[in-house]
């Protein structure tokens, strides 16, 4: 048997059955989580979980606790900077569209 003799699932019935498949948090120790719940358990309830900022698209290099998360969201000048950003995208995008049109 090989790598290309494995097909990947695709039946839901087979998908819904592993997302009922108890898991471990590993980070708090909290057991019984369903499967196909834990994103949702790291996202919300895991504060000990490890998370970068979400302004790290901006170049923003905090890293901290789930826990912590909200106060440095709070105080993070790069998510401040967030919608002046967009808006300099924008304008940007909207200046490339109007120099093609004109190159055209």
Do not use: Y
């Amino acid at each position: 048997m090989t790598m290309n003799d494995l097909i990947p699932i695709t039946e839901r019935i087979v998908l819904n059955m592993l997302d009922r498949l108890p898991v471990k948090c590993t980070v708090r120790g909290t057991m019984n989580i369903q499967r196909g719940s834990f994103e949702q358990h790291a996202a919300k309830f895991c504060s000990k979980l490890n998370v970068n900022c979400p302004a790290a698209d901006l170049k923003c290099a905090w890293s901290g606790s789930n826990g912590q998360l909200q106060q440095h969201i709070s105080i993070c000048a790069f998510e401040q900077m967030r919608p002046m950003v967009a808006d300099i995208i924008k304008n940007k995008h909207q200046l490339k569209e109007q120099i093609q049109k004109m190159s055209e």
